[in-house]
């Protein structure tokens, strides 16, 4: 069975920086496109970024360009969120996600149980 477990996540000053990590596990070498995502409580999960499975091809929110860079490796089954000048409206859970390259959080098969991503200010 699939498993991804997020880590990274904790307190920061605004301005910071922060890298998150997503272990995938259980795959049987298969390879994943993948994704981030942030919910915040009482809003809608929000994505962030995709990876394809080779890597090659890479997206990013507009409100997250010139700030965050995603990228993987595969010899790890290791997927990276890089987080730069982060800013308090950054706060959130952060999930990591398999199986779709795409901002329709309904597509993806697996889910990270998350990690808390806390910008004060």
């Known amino acids: 069975q699939v498993q991804l477990v997020e880590s990274g996540g904790g307190l920061v000053q605004a301005g910071g920086s922060l890298r998150l990590s997503c272990v995938v596990s259980g795959s049987n070498g298969l390879r994943y496109d993948m994704g981030w995502f942030r919910q915040v409580p009482g809003k809608d999960r929000e994505y962030v970024a995709g990876?394809?499975?080779?890597?090659?091809?890479?997206y990013l929110g507009e409100s997250f360009q010139g700030r965050f860079t995603i990228s993987r490796d595969n010899a790890r089954n290791l997927i990276f969120l890089q987080m730069n000048f982060l800013k308090h409206e950054d706060t959130a859970a952060y999930y990591c996600a398999a199986g779709a390259y795409t901002k329709d959080a309904s597509a993806y098969n697996y889910w990270g149980q998350g990690t808390q991503v806390t910008v004060s200010l």
């Open positions: 990876i394809s499975r080779s890597g090659y091809l890479t």
